[in-house]
């Protein structure tokens, strides 16, 4: 499946790729390697607990090797927005409570749902995209269904709304 990202999210998933590979990798298969020297690796914790580290790291290289291989960088600031697409912040009205709620579309590994970045493939953008503004669109939830208007759309850039942005303090496996 392609990805879509944001530039700044493609870099932060090349970053974490590398770290994991060439930092927290090689640092967590030397301690494996002391704690295997100390003897008996059957009752060894700390033998055991660096397996399990290497384990998940490997795990994570995995899916980040798969997320950038799939991935499509999209600058959406090159972008009208006149349609709803991947980048646009839209503004719209729910029909049944008529509150306003804003969302901005963007990748998988960029949303914050709580922070109203909702990912490309969830069931409210898929709703969303290609949508003009005053156009009303309704999104099948598991429970109900809701009806929103369009109010506006318009381009802000992804990584100046996220609140959580992981570091390489993030990308290390305690």
Known sequence: MIEPMSIEGYDIL???FKYLLEV??????????VA???GDRSENAD???AKEKLRFIDKRLFYL??????SKIIDPSLHAHMKVSF???VHVVNIDTDEEEVYTLCGVLESEPENGLISIHSPLAK??????????????????SKEYEIESIEYKNIFSLK???RTKKEFAFH
């Open 14 to 16: 090349v970053e974490e």
């Open 24 to 33: 927290e990798k090689p640092k967590v298969a030397h301690e494996k390697l």
């Open 36 to 38: 295997a020297a100390q």
């Open 47 to 49: 033998y055991h607990a």
């Open 65 to 70: 090797n798969k997320m950038i291989q799939n």
């Open 87 to 89: 980048g646009s912040t």
């Open 127 to 144: 709703a969303m995209i290609g949508k003009e503004q005053n156009d009303e669109f309704k999104v099948k939830l598991p429970k109900e």
């Open 163 to 165: 609140q959580i942005i």
